[in-house]
């Protein structure tokens, strides 16, 4: 029994594994099938795809139906659905787009109409799932130009051809408001109305389009056809233009009296008004200046005019005055011959040429010629733009007047753009006008050339802001870099930067008079290159004598000269080197001094004083020597490294150790000892003193330590109080060598940040 059952079971698991090659080889026979099915179907589908042919776009062949059939079970409108949709992306896939479906067609347009995103039917047809752009763009075109072609314009379907149509067009606004009342929006709406034909209705043109890859449309319109519907019909036009002026106000302010309704007075006003063609009407009015002040009856509210009274004033024109009969006596003859000769041509001008001339009579009463009112018109309008354009000279006039340099510092200032010293640099050139540079071949002067120099070196943010933000006529940073490669910077002593102090000292002595000097080694990066301006290689060894070095320059020796007085400083020099003994730091310091003292230039030294006398570093120079030549240290570390610390600044450690204890204690240690060149250097010990023991209280953290090197704590907290209030009184005694306070001089903040 056993036997028998495994013996089905093998059966069974054969039977089951031999259908497999089978099922595969099935699926290929069904694929190669609904391939031709596909290739065979028709592609010179119908061009373009009209809404009432996409049926024909819809074919799948009944392969693939009936596959779909199989694998989407169901008889729902959701399957049937999905039957549809999975069978056209087949039909588009297995084609490679040759074959296009209505679904592929009609996703893309609405995926168009709904976002408008040309990138998401691009990611669409990439799967396979819609046309791509182009061909959209292709399908969309053609049926412009089939409806174009059907009847010659974009009427929608309901209108129908060969039918008498009423248009009626309307402007209506969408309810905006705004300060000025432009800028809204506004719709408008346009209605055909056609009467119902009963009938069979005549055929549209047939209009067949190429299938083409054209994308885009230019149709040429015919020109509308003018219609003459006859005269226009309405009130008749008014003779006057109604202008808003000062004469129009005037004009309000007259009495206008109403023509008498007595049918012989009127007549009697017409005839004096001598107006040729004029009929008084009902509402006809005149002036009341024509009448005489007699005339008029002002007792009530309302002026009203007594019975009878005929209008007498005019000032009509020549020809329609009434000419006055002369007095025949000897008297009047003899006067009459008495008037000038000028005055009897014009007066006999005028009677032998009469010319019609308007009735000015009134301000506000404009010309009846619409010839004469045009030339009003022009002279006015000419007489506008000449007063606007001088307006506008004025106006620009004024404007280059307050754009002078002066007026920008204060600007400047106070945005926080410029310092206080940049301000005094550049109020050197306040009378500048920065207009004048925008000039179209404009070449920049010298003056023009250093102030912007001088702002785009000390003020970089200024300068971007004036010439960005501000839009002022700065030249551009390029153009700076060209003019200072221009410059002669050649290592060595800089006679342009001498002689520009030797003018400035002239004009002001006290500002540029006295200077200290100043000097630092700086290192740099080893590099050698061609210089295009001096046609030379640079970046070697050069002391500005002209002998070329084949070593590669390390460092550079800057001198510059700070005034004292004023807030200003400048580079004199600079040399390239990669090691300079104190000798040649020696040498080229007197270059300096000498060069500076034959332009008048006095390089003043301003030592610190306090109440015990002054400070002075040379007595550091003085243990250094004494130790050097005796051969011992007095307790101390001076070296000539600590004298002479131009090449190690950065070290700390050797400031520490000159301003130490041990020093303060050999400088009294060595006057003590009758060194005659110790005698008055108790004031350079107690500042000594004084600045380590704050060194060692503000840099004390060992808890070991003893001193004033232990931290700050309870234990010693009134101690070190009481120190630090007497190193602040002692800081607050020095002085300068004019007697200034050293915390209210220009070297205060050293001063301050420690008695803060």
């Known amino acids: 029994m056993l036997v028998k059952e495994n013996m089905s079971l093998r059966k069974r698991i054969s039977n089951l594994e031999k259908p497999?090659?089978?099922?595969?080889?099935?699926?290929?026979?069904?694929?190669?099938?609904?391939?031709?099915?596909?290739?065979?179907?028709?592609?010179?589908?119908?061009?373009?795809?009209?809404?009432?042919?996409?049926d024909s776009y819809s074919s799948v062949p009944s392969s693939v139906k009936s596959l779909l059939s199989c694998l989407l079970s169901g008889t729902g409108e959701k399957e049937q659905r999905l039957r549809d949709s999975f069978g056209m992306d087949l039909v588009y896939a297995i084609s490679h787009g040759k074959v296009n479906t209505s679904k592929h067609i009609l996703l893309a347009f609405a995926v168009k109409s709904l976002t408008g995103n040309i990138n998401l039917i691009r990611i669409l047809n990439r799967f396979g799932h819609c046309v791509s752009y182009s061909m959209l763009e292709e399908i969309d075109t053609s049926l412009c130009l089939h409806k174009l072609g059907q009847d010659g314009g974009v009427t929608p379907d309901q209108v129908k051809?060969?039918?008498?149509?009423?248009?009626?067009?309307?402007?209506?606004?969408?309810?905006?408001?705004?300060?000025?009342?432009?800028?809204?929006?506004?719709?408008?709406?346009?209605?055909?109305?056609?009467?119902?034909?009963?009938?069979?209705?005549?055929?549209?043109?047939?209009?067949?389009?190429?299938?083409?890859?054209?994308?885009?449309?230019?149709?040429?319109?015919?020109?509308?056809?003018?219609?003459?519907?006859?005269?226009?019909?309405?009130?008749?036009?008014?003779?006057?233009?109604?202008?808003?002026?000062?004469?129009?106000?005037?004009?309000?302010?007259?009495?206008?009296?109403?023509?008498?309704?007595?049918?012989?007075?009127?007549?009697?006003?017409?005839?004096?008004?001598?107006?040729?063609?004029?009929?008084?009407?009902?509402?006809?009015?005149?002036?009341?200046?024509?009448?005489?002040?007699?005339?008029?009856?002002?007792?009530?509210?309302?002026?009203?005019?007594?019975?009878?009274?005929?209008?007498?004033?005019?000032?009509?024109?020549?020809?329609?005055?009434?000419?006055?009969?002369?007095?025949?006596?000897?008297?009047?003859?003899?006067?009459?011959?008495?008037?000038?000769?000028?005055?009897?041509?014009?007066?006999?001008?005028?009677?032998?040429?009469?010319?019609?001339?308007?009735?000015?009579?009134?301000?506000?009463?404009?010309?009846a010629s619409p010839t004469s009112l045009k030339a009003r018109l022009n002279e006015?309008?000419?007489?506008?733009?000449?007063?606007?354009?001088?307006?506008?000279?004025?106006?620009?006039?004024?404007?280059?007047?307050?754009?002078?340099?002066?007026?920008?510092?204060?600007?400047?200032?106070?945005?926080?753009?410029?310092?206080?010293?940049?301000?005094?640099?550049?109020?050197?050139?306040?009378?500048?006008?920065?207009?004048?540079?925008?000039?179209?071949?404009?070449?920049?002067?010298?003056?023009?050339?250093?102030?912007?120099?001088?702002?785009?070196?000390?003020?970089?943010?200024?300068?971007?802001?004036?010439?960005?933000?501000?839009?002022?006529?700065?030249?551009?940073?390029?153009?700076?870099?060209?003019?200072?490669?221009?410059?002669?910077?050649?290592?060595?002593?800089?006679?342009?930067?001498?002689?520009?102090?030797?003018?400035?000292?002239?004009?002001?002595?006290?500002?540029?008079?006295?200077?200290?000097?100043?000097?630092?080694?700086?290192?740099?990066?080893?590099?050698?290159?061609?210089?295009?301006?001096?046609?030379?290689?640079?970046?070697?060894?050069?002391?500005?004598?002209?002998?070329?070095?084949?070593?590669?320059?390390?460092?550079?020796?800057?001198?510059?000269?700070?005034?004292?007085?004023?807030?200003?400083?400048?580079?004199?020099a600079y040399y390239l080197m990669n090691s300079l003994s104190p000798v040649t730091q020696r040498v080229l310091l007197s270059h300096a001094l000498e060069e500076l003292h034959a332009r008048g230039i006095r390089v003043a030294y301003s030592p610190i004083a306090s109440t015990t006398g002054q400070i002075n570093w040379r007595y550091i120079n003085y243990l250094n020597d004494v130790q050097k030549k005796d051969g011992l240290h007095a307790a101390n570390k001076i070296t000539d490294k600590h004298v002479y610390y131009e090449n190690q600044k950065m070290r700390v450690s050797l400031a520490a150790q000159t301003l130490s204890r041990s020093v303060s204690v050999a400088l009294r240690t060595m006057r003590d000892l009758g060194y005659s060149q110790f005698k008055h250097s108790e004031a350079t010990a107690e500042f000594i003193e004084m600045i380590d023991r704050l060194f060692d209280i503000m840099n004390g953290r060992n808890p070991r330590a003893k001193g004033f090197k232990a931290p700050l704590g309870a234990l010693n907290w009134m101690e070190r109080k009481e120190c630090l209030s007497r190193a602040r009184e002692y800081l607050l005694t020095l002085v300068t060598k004019d007697g200034t306070p050293l915390h209210q001089s220009k070297r205060s903040i050293k001063i301050v940040l420690v008695i803060a």
């Open 380 to 572: 006015a309008l000419a007489r506008v733009e000449s007063l606007e354009r001088e307006k506008k000279n004025a106006m620009a006039r004024e404007k280059r007047a307050k754009t002078t340099v002066k007026s920008l510092l204060g600007d400047l200032r106070e945005k926080n753009l410029i310092n206080e010293e940049l301000e005094e640099r550049l109020e050197f050139y306040s009378d500048l006008q920065i207009d004048f540079m925008a000039k179209q071949g404009h070449e920049y002067t010298k003056a023009y050339r250093e102030f912007a120099l001088t702002l785009h070196l000390h003020g970089p943010k200024a300068y971007k802001y004036l010439r960005e933000t501000q839009h002022f006529p700065l030249p551009h940073p390029h153009t700076l870099q060209r003019w200072l490669c221009s410059v002669d910077d050649k290592p060595g002593l800089n006679k342009m930067m001498l002689d520009m102090l030797e003018r400035r000292c002239l004009e002001d002595q006290a500002k540029y008079g006295c200077v200290a000097l100043m000097l630092d080694a700086m290192a740099i990066r080893k590099h050698v290159q061609y210089n295009p301006h001096t046609q030379s290689m640079s970046g070697f060894v050069d002391m500005g004598d002209g002998n070329s070095e084949t070593d590669v320059a390390t460092e550079a020796l800057v001198f510059m000269v700070v005034g004292i007085q004023g807030h200003w400083k400048a580079p004199i």
């Open 20 to 54: 497999t090659v089978g099922i595969e080889a099935s699926c290929q026979v069904v694929a190669k099938q609904i391939h031709r099915d596909v290739k065979h179907l028709n592609q010179d589908q119908p061009w373009p795809p009209l809404p009432t042919e996409l």
């Open 161 to 367: 051809p060969y039918v008498p149509t009423v248009l009626a067009w309307d402007n209506i606004d969408r309810l905006e408001e705004t300060l000025t009342g432009r800028g809204t929006s506004h719709r408008v709406n346009g209605i055909a109305v056609q009467p119902r034909m009963f009938g069979p209705e005549l055929p549209r043109p047939a209009c067949d389009v190429p299938k083409s890859k054209q994308r885009t449309v230019s149709v040429s319109l015919p020109a509308l056809p003018v219609y003459a519907v006859g005269t226009r019909c309405g009130p008749p036009t008014r003779s006057y233009v109604e202008v808003k002026t000062d004469i129009c106000a005037d004009a309000l302010k007259k009495n206008f009296l109403w023509f008498p309704k007595d049918r012989d007075v009127r007549k009697k006003w017409e005839v004096a008004l001598r107006r040729e063609g004029f009929t008084a009407s009902d509402s006809s009015v005149l002036c009341s200046e024509h009448f005489k002040q007699d005339d008029l009856d002002r007792t009530g509210q309302i002026v009203r005019l007594r019975d009878g009274v005929i209008p007498s004033i005019f000032s009509f024109p020549v020809h329609l005055q009434r000419p006055e009969k002369g007095r025949t006596t000897c008297t009047s003859r003899r006067s009459e011959e008495s008037l000038s000769v000028a005055s009897q041509d014009a007066s006999n001008t005028a009677t032998s040429h009469p010319q019609p001339q308007p009735n000015d009579d009134h301000g506000y009463a404009l010309p």
